[in-house]
């Protein structure tokens, strides 16, 4: 399975913008992307997911690497509630539809 | 209101002890799946249902049983707990419909605690 590769962790102030970025250089010309996040003591919940092209949602916007090498989850205005530890997943038909969730960014927000 | 739940949302139970943890959704997906949580190893499947009467196991299967005798219901029985199971336990349903675009949704979770 192609592997993302994320920062432990990030730091930002309520309602600023953030851009949480994820490498993923193995990426196969199929696989789509996909970001969850998990809000302390709840279960993971989808953010959004895109494949080539740049997505918005309600809850915010997957910018994606000409190249597909990398992409940004893009926040753009944070509140304490977007305090979570946010998933970068890669979906292929070969992993089925189980989530490999990796170690994910943990996002502080600050007032 | 389209949810997953989960029941019990804690356990605390001694070694050896049957129990079963049980997950309904009322979305009418066809697949379902349990995570286990650990700290240091994150989320790991435990088992799958792609439908009714049709379970495979995932990644870290020993020690539990599924089962899947209707849609909206995928109880995960632990026969024998002991302590290397205590963990934080994730029930996840989907529609598989739209391949590798499929979005999952988790339940809030089941913390047991086997003594």
């Known amino acids: 399975d192609a592997k993302t590769t994320q920062p432990n962790s990030m730091e930002s102030n309520e309602e600023e913008p953030v851009h949480l970025p994820c490498n993923h250089s193995?990426?196969?010309?199929?696989?789509?992307i996909h970001w969850y996040r998990q809000l302390p003591s709840q279960g993971p919940e989808y953010v959004i997911h895109g494949l080539t092209s740049n997505v918005n949602n309600r809850m915010a916007s997957l910018a994606i690497a000409e190249d597909r090498k990398s992409s940004t989850l893009i926040l753009h205005r944070a509140t304490l509630r977007d305090a979570a530890v946010y998933y970068c997943i890669l979906r292929d038909w070969g992993s089925g539809y189980a989530l490999n969730f990796g170690k994910g960014t943990s996002l502080l927000v600050t007032p | 209101e389209a949810q997953v739940t989960q029941n019990p949302r804690y356990l605390i139970t001694v070694t050896g002890k049957k129990l079963t943890v049980t997950c309904s959704q009322n979305?009418?997906?066809?697949?379902m799946s349990w995570y286990r949580q650990d700290p240091g190893l994150g989320l790991r499947q435990i088992y799958y249902s792609m439908n009714v009467e049709a379970t495979d196991k995932g990644d870290v299967p020993e020690g539990y049983k599924v089962s899947r005798k209707e849609k909206r219901n995928f109880p995960l029985i632990l026969e024998s707990p002991s302590p290397n199971q205590t963990s934080l336990y994730f029930c996840a349903s989907s529609s598989p419909g739209q391949g590798m675009q499929e979005t999952q949704y988790f339940g809030p979770g089941t913390r047991l605690l086997v003594l």
């Open positions: 193995t990426i196969s010309g199929t696989d789509y």
């Open positions: 979305m009418n997906h066809e697949y």
